[in-house]
């Protein structure tokens, strides 16, 4: 399952709808990357770096749920 189905999944088990866009972009702290930003309508989720857990937050910033994405087992061909 790609990251925008966890997302779309996600937000449709909080009865909301599945957004119009998702705006994703990198996460920075001193020129090195620490993971992704996804915004939408109503929200954003993170997903840290380090981590495959996907933290979904209100427009005020307050945790709504997390999501766990699926570990990639895929060896080259």
Do not use: C, V, W
Not at 31 to 55: M, Q, V
């Amino acid at each position: 399952m790609s990251i925008i189905e966890i997302l779309t999944t996600t937000l449709n088990g909080l009865g909301q709808p599945a957004p119009d866009y998702i705006l994703q972009t990198l996460l920075l702290k001193d020129g090195h990357f620490i993971g992704h930003k996804y915004r939408y309508d109503g929200g954003y989720a993170i997903l840290p770096a380090d981590s495959n857990t996907i933290e979904f937050f209100d427009q005020n910033r307050e945790l709504l749920t997390t999501a766990t994405t699926e570990a990639s087992n895929e060896a080259a061909a």
